[in-house]
T-cell receptor, first 114, second 113 residues
Framework: AQSVTQPDIHITVSEGASLELRCNYS??????LFWYVQSPGQGLQLLLK????DTLVQGIKGFEAEFKRSQSSFNLRKPSVHWSDAAEYFC????????????WGAGTKLIIKP | ETGVTQSPTHLIKTRGQQVTLRCSSQ?????VSWYQQALGQGPQFIFQ???????GRGNFPPRFSGLQFPNYSSELNVNALELDDSALYLC????????????FGSGTRLTVV
């Protein structure tokens, strides 16, 4: 069965420090990969996506992610975090062969230290 | 361009009751997907509607049902509510397959007591 793993439930980083959030997936083919952010009381906002081509993708708010097929990973990175980045981050996989549902990880809550 | 609007934002129901949640899709979108997000978890796919037809369903029992209207807005109905149905219900609209990513509403927080 397809699955998405985000191994870190919480991550705490200092403002201005770099960030990497991990995501691993289990799927027979190359899926469509997404990172979303969810702030309290708000809906999910798409940060970036990977369908094919260049394995390093750039997103909004200064985020980027790298697809590594050999590791079945799609880690999210940001060189310098801001206090406004505090939120919950979700990795998701699109099953493009069927009904285009998204399979989601459990999320990583990002806490920013001043 | 309007986004996705969900109503109500919060509601409390008693076990065994029925509930209807509503979603207005973003202008130009013809696909609506519903997700259930329990506290501390990622969203779980309930079903998707494309041009008024159910286009796929996740692992949810038949007491979860839906509709899509000609204007592409949608309803999620849940019968015989159980305590475990307490969750944030998210609606997402997209164009066709949604490969460009969904646009999510802010959700409806359902509490079953």
């Amino acid at each position: 069965a397809q699955s998405v793993t985000q191994p870190d439930i919480h991550i705490t980083v200092s403002e201005g420090a770099s960030l990497e959030l991990r995501c691993n997936y289990s799927y027979g083919a190359t899926p469509y990969l997404f990172w979303y952010v969810q702030s309290p009381g708000q809906g999910l906002q798409l940060l970036l996506k990977y369908f094919s081509g260049d394995t390093l993708v750039q997103g909004i708010k200064g985020f980027e992610a790298e697809f590594k097929r050999s590791q079945s990973s799609f880690n999210l990175r940001k060189p310098s975090v801001h206090w406004s980045d505090a939120a919950e981050y979700f990795c998701a996989v699109g099953l493009h062969h069927s009904n285009y549902q998204l399979i989601w990880g459990a999320g990583t809550k990002l806490i920013i230290k001043p | 361009e309007t986004g996705v609007t969900q109503s109500p934002t919060h509601l409390i129901k008693t076990r065994g009751q029925q509930v209807t949640l509503r979603c207005s899709s973003q202008s130009g979108h013809n696909t609506v997907s519903w997700y259930q997000q329990a506290l501390g978890q990622g969203p779980q796919f309930i079903f998707q509607y494309y041009r008024e037809e159910e286009n796929g369903r996740g692992n949810f029992p038949p007491r979860f049902s839906g509709l899509q209207f000609p204007n592409y807005s949608s309803e999620l109905n849940v019968n015989a509510l159980e305590l475990d149905d307490s969750a944030l219900y998210l609606c997402a609209s997209s164009l066709d397959s949604g490969l460009d990513g969904y646009t999510f509403g802010s959700g409806t927080r359902l509490t079953v007591v």
